[in-house]
């Protein structure tokens, strides 16, 4: 059985940072791509970033670009959004996502998976 678990989520003032982690278990993702996608209250989900299995390629959100970085970690089955310059509209439940053997899952959260069961980031302003 597959498992995702976020951290790193909480509350940070406008301009501030945070990183968040989303390690696997039950499966060596070294295979597999993964994203991250988030959701603020009454909105529909959203995508955020995403990563290829072997990192080499990389897409984000027009939102978010520039000031969020996606990376992974193989080697420990963990998958990182460092998030810059956080701002206000940043403030959603953040979520990790894996979609299984695939080389890029892309912004449709339809084409992922697995899902962990998010963290919340709240940006004060």
């Known amino acids: 059985q597959v498992q995702l678990v976020e951290a790193g989520g909480g509350l940070v003032q406008a301009g501030g940072s945070l990183r968040l982690s989303c390690a696997a278990s039950g499966r060596t993702v070294s295979n597999d791509a993964m994203g991250w996608f988030r959701q603020a209250p009454g909105k529909e989900r959203e995508f955020v970033a995403a990563i290829s299995r072997g990192s080499r390629t990389t897409s984000y959100a027009s939102s978010v670009k520039g000031r969020f970085t996606v990376s992974r970690d193989n080697a420990k089955n963990t998958m990182y959004l460092q998030m810059n310059s956080l701002k206000p509209e940043d403030t959603a439940v953040y979520f990790c996502?894996?979609?299984?053997?695939?080389?890029?899952?892309?912004?449709?959260?339809?084409?992922?998976?697995?899902w962990g069961q998010g963290t919340q980031v709240t940006v004060s302003s």
């Open positions: 996502a894996l979609a299984q053997n695939k080389y890029y899952g892309g912004s449709y959260d339809q084409d992922y998976d697995y």
